[in-house]
């Protein structure tokens, strides 16, 4: 199973005067390719050993450096910074700032952005063994642990080994692996669908009509994608049942290739028992009756006639009462008139519990926004202004979440 990934996530780095700061570059590379966004502030320390431009560079974010710097408090001062933050990473921690921090000292920007945050702070300590070993920075130490609730700073490493002043011992920084593993931890903490299991549809599917053709429809499968992502960013471990899209699959999300709907109800069986189902998908409601095995000709006594078959029907199939029903069944009505009445009469019809419906008479098939309407099993409804498929799929998963709260 992937990484979950931390798409919605944003991250402050505090990055402290030490040799280790090197390796904090390499922690924003590996922050940036898991999906966060990475914001940093740079000591004077700091800025000893690597420059604004390199962490401007790969954060792709102007760097914070001064505390009464006319353009940082303008664009983003100390208290924004913080409250922009999911997370606050202090790597390297060096002696300096966790004495600060534990004694709340204020004189610069990295101790007052720690000092005003309210997010949890990560510290990866990295000093000479001697100072790690000596009584004032392990009581600095113990007492930044031992604040209360979110004030209790977590720490990752250091490590042992040789040290660049060629003593040996602990004291070296954490590989930057080590503290995005750390990172992970403390932000699960905070995914509200961690532990719980999703199945998604999305996309087209694709009915055979001989080894070259088929018969398929436009949907592009960005709906279905968006909200895979928004599932697996609050944590639930998401199976994604594709038909045939150009898109690449969402960071930590399981994805399943099919083509037809008989495949598709395969793939959404063997991805049973769940929480979660989401049926974005277009599927076929018909396929051909007896698909040619080689390439149908032109022939001179015109065109052929195809039969169809209907196809199973996948969210009707996963809403019927059973063992393996997940708790929570959502569909989509794409319709081109009469929303309302069609999705009402969808949702009766198929069992689900919520129906997602959008009219798709306006340009929506590829789109990048969508206008939707989600109807729930009370009689109630909820129309949501155009917005990007992206905040479709936050705002859906946020209801799912406050369901599951
Ligand atoms: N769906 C499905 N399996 C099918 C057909 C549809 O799981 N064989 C799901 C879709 O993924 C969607 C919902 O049912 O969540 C409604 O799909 P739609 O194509 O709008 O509905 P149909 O049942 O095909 O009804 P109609 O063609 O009459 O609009």
Known sequence: MAEAP?????????????????????????????????RAVLTDGGAQFVTPLSLAALSGHPV???????????????????????????????????????????DDLASTTLLATD?????????NVRMWQHPAVQANLARLRGFDGLHGVATVGPDDGEMACGEFGPGRMAEPVAILAAIRDLLAG??????RRAVVTAGPTFEPIDPVRGLTNRSSGKQGYAIAAALAAQGA???????????DAPEGVHRVWVETAVEMKAAVDAALPCDIAV???????????????????????????????????????????????????????????????????????????????????????????????????????????????????????????????
Not at 18 to 25: E, S
Not at 95 to 100: D, E, N, Q, S, V
Not at 242 to 247: E, R
Request: hydrophobic share 50%; aromatic share 4%.
């Open 237 to 247: 471990t998401v199976t994604l049942v594709s038909g045939p899209v150009g898109l």
């Open 6 to 38: 931390l798409t919605t996530h944003r991250i402050l780095l505090i990055v402290g005067g030490g040799i280790a700061a090197y390796k904090a570059l390499e922690l924003v590379r590996l922050l940036r390719k898991a999906g966060a966004e990475v």
């Open 119 to 127: 997010k949890r702070v990560l510290m990866a300590p990295a000093m």
């Open 64 to 106: 914070h450096q001064a505390l009464f710097s006319p353009d940082d408090e303008t664009t983003m001062g100390h208290i924004e910074l913080s409250r922009w933050a999911d997370l606050v990473v202090v790597a390297p921690a060096t002696a300096g700032l966790i004495a600060k921090a534990a004694n709340g000292l204020a």
């Open 190 to 195: 905070d995914r509200p669908l961690a532990g």
């Open 279 to 405: 049926m974005s998908a277009a599927v076929a409601d018909w396929r051909v009756d007896g698909v040619a095995s080689g390439k149908i000709k032109k022939a001179p006594g015109g065109p052929p006639s195809l039969a169809l078959i209907e196809n199973p029907d996948i969210l009707a199939g996963i809403s019927a009462p059973g063992p393996r029903r997940p708790a929570l069944v959502i569909g989509f009505a794409a319709e081109t008139g009469d929303l309302v009445d069609n999705a009402r009469a969808k949702l009766s019809r198929k069992g689900c519990d919520w129906i997602v419906g959008n009219d798709v008479s306006d340009d929506v098939f590829g789109a990048d926004s969508n206008t939707v309407t989600l109807f729930l099993r009370d009689g109630t409804s909820q129309a949501w202004a155009r917005q990007s498929k992206a905040d479709v799929a936050r705002a859906l998963v946020d209801r799912i979440v406050a369901h599951f709260a």
